[in-house]
């Protein structure tokens, strides 16, 4: 079986330092009737399924309140890249905001296609906050039933 993505743990590791500094040093927390908590808009990712059939790959990102015009889909050299930005809410004067955990901005998400997946044959849907990206799978690549030939 092929996989999309390699797992690379030192990456990870790297990734949760990265966020754990920036939480720490450059989101200062703010002084709330005894309480400490950070009132600033943290970075995201969003979510994704891959799922793999005979026939194609579909990887399933979570992509809530976003339009389509704000998202794109690219191929090359083998990557499949997912772009976009979720946009902050026009802040209301009228309004008080207690709370913003939402994550906001913008993202980039990059899978290694696998050499059984056709990148001239890659389809992109966007329903109801769900992209749904369809990668074909080569002719080539599937599996084929042979007769047996008895002599």
Same mark, same amino acid.
């Given at each position: 079986?092929?996989? %999309?993505?390699?797992? /690379?743990?030192?990456? =990870?590791?790297?990734e949760?330092?990265?966020?754990l500094?920036?939480?720490?040093?450059?989101n200062? #927390? +703010?002084? /709330?009737g005894?309480e400490?908590?950070s %009132?600033t808009?943290s970075?995201?990712? #969003?979510?994704?399924d891959?799922?793999e059939? =005979?026939? =194609?790959?579909?990887?399933?990102?979570e992509?809530p =309140?976003?339009k389509k015009?704000?998202v794109k +889909?690219?191929v090359e050299n083998?990557?499949?890249?997912?772009?976009?930005?979720?946009?902050? *809410?026009?802040e *209301?004067k009228?309004?008080?905001?207690?709370?913003? *955990?939402?994550?906001?901005?913008s993202?980039?998400r990059?899978?290694?296609?696998?050499?059984?997946a056709d990148?001239?044959?890659v /389809?992109a *849907?966007?329903r109801e906050?769900l992209?749904r990206?369809?990668v074909?799978k080569?002719?080539h690549a599937?599996?084929?039933?042979i007769e +047996?030939?008895?002599?």
């Open positions: 079986m092929t996989t %999309l993505t390699r797992w /690379n743990p030192f990456r =990870e590791m790297d949760i330092q990265n966020r500094f920036n939480h720490l040093f450059k200062p #927390p +703010v002084h /709330n005894g400490q908590e %009132l808009v970075e995201w990712t #969003p979510l994704v891959i799922i059939d =005979e026939k =194609e790959y579909v990887i399933k990102a992509l =309140e976003m015009e704000d +889909v690219t083998g990557l499949l890249t997912i772009t976009g930005q979720r946009k902050l *809410e026009k *209301e009228s309004k008080r905001y207690h709370r913003l *955990e939402r994550s906001y901005g993202f980039a990059s899978f290694s296609l696998p050499d059984d990148c001239n044959k /389809n *849907e966007y906050g992209l990206v369809r074909t080569s002719e599937r599996p084929k039933q +047996v030939q008895l002599n």
